[in-house]
C-alpha cells in the first residue's frame, strides 16, 4: 500500500514537470512569434507610410528600398566587401582586448599597490569619450587600419580590466586562505581559484566587448576608413543616400543583437 502510495505520489511530481516544461516552451514559443509580429507590424507600417506618402521615402527611405538595395550589392559583392573588413577589424580588436584586459587585471590583483596608484587613472580613461579620441589616433598613427583597431581597443578595454580586476578582488578570501594554509603559493592561487572560479566573469566579460568592439570599429571607419560598414554609413548620409544609411545601421544592429 505505501509503495502504491509513492509510485502515485512520483508520478503526479512527473506530470507537473512535464506541464510545466510544456509550458514554459509555450511561453518561449509565444514570445518569439510576438516578436516576430512586432517587427513586420513596424516595417509594414514604415513601408505603408511611405507609399502613402505620410513621410517623405528620400529622407526616411523604406524597407523595400533598402532590400532591394540589399539585394544590389550582394549581386555585385560589395556588400561582402565591406562586411569582411568591419568583421576582421571587429575579431582583431576584441581578441587584443581580451588578451589585455586579462592580463592587466591580473597584474593589477598580484600588485595591491600598483592597483591602488593605476585605478583612478582607469576610471578616468574610461570615462573619456572615445569618439573625441578617434581623430586624435588618426593624427598619431595615420590613416590606416591599426587607427580603427586601436580606436575600437580603446572603446572596451579599460572598462574590461576594471571589471576584471573588481571580479578578482572580490573572490572568496576563504578559498585563498585553504590554497596558502595547504603550502600554496600565489600561484596556485591564481590558476586553482581566480582564474577557474572567474569563468564566468571572464565569458559575461567577453560577452559585452564583442559589442564594444564592434561600435569602437564603426566609430574608427567614420574617420579612417575607405571600406567597411562604418565607412558606408558615414558615405550614405554624405550623399543623402537613406538607403545605404539604413542598410549599414541594419547590419550593425544585427550583428550588436547576436553578440557580434
Known sequence: MKKKKKENRELSISEAQRGYIEQEQFHKRKVAVCRIMLLVLLLAIWELCTRLGWIDDFIFSSPSRVFFCFRDMVTDRSIFIHIGITLFETL?????????GLLAAVLLWSSRSASEILEPY???LNSLPKSALAPVLIVWLGNHM???VVAAVSVAVFGSILTLHNGFSNMDPDKIKLIYSLGGSRKDVLTKVLLPGSVPLIVSNMKVNVGLCLVGVIIGEFLAAQQGLGYLIIYGSQVFSCVLLWR????VDEWRSRGL
Open 92 to 100: 582583431v580588436s576584441f581578441g587584443l582586448v581580451v588578451v589585455l
Open 122 to 124: 582607469l576610471v578616468m
Open 248 to 251: 549599414g545601421l541594419g547590419m
Open 146 to 148: 591599426r587607427t580603427i
